[in-house]
């Protein structure tokens, strides 16, 4: 199993950016996709992003297409996300997960998570 931190998140503006990172340990880093969850207050965890192990297949959930972006350094063994245009309704803990056998949006086929970092956007 591969162990994920996350970092990044804080207190910002409507409008704003931020760029959270998932740094993870294991020699077999490149091996995994990595999803980006969140969950609001009062809410049910939801996909957010998700990247191929190669980087080479990305998708975005429909409430953040066009301002987020998820993106890997394998060499450096962490997934990015740049989140811009923020708006009130991304507040939420954000949580990278990962698994091996290809990309998933389902929360349930994954066995390795962050302990989250939380994005607050005042309006």
């Known amino acids: 199993q591969v162990q994920l931190v996350e970092s990044g998140g804080g207190l910002v503006q409507a409008g704003g950016s931020l760029r959270l990172s998932c740094a993870a340990s294991?020699?077999?880093?490149?091996?995994?996709?990595i999803t980006w969850f969140r969950q609001a207050p009062g809410k049910e965890r939801e996909f957010a992003a998700t990247?191929?192990?190669?980087?080479?297949?990305?998708a975005y959930a429909n409430s953040v297409k066009g301002r987020f972006t998820i993106y890997r350094d394998n060499a450096k063994n962490a997934v990015y996300l740049q989140m811009d245009s923020l708006k009130s309704e991304d507040t939420a803990v954000y949580y990278c997960?990962?698994?091996?056998?290809?990309?998933?949006?389902?929360?349930?086929?994954?066995?390795?998570w962050g302990q989250g970092t939380q994005v607050s956007v005042s309006s």
């Open positions: 997960a990962a698994r091996l056998n290809g990309v998933s949006i389902d929360a349930s086929k994954f066995d390795s």
């Open positions: 990247i191929s192990s190669s980087g080479g297949t990305t």
């Open positions: 294991g020699r077999t880093f490149s091996s995994y996709s």
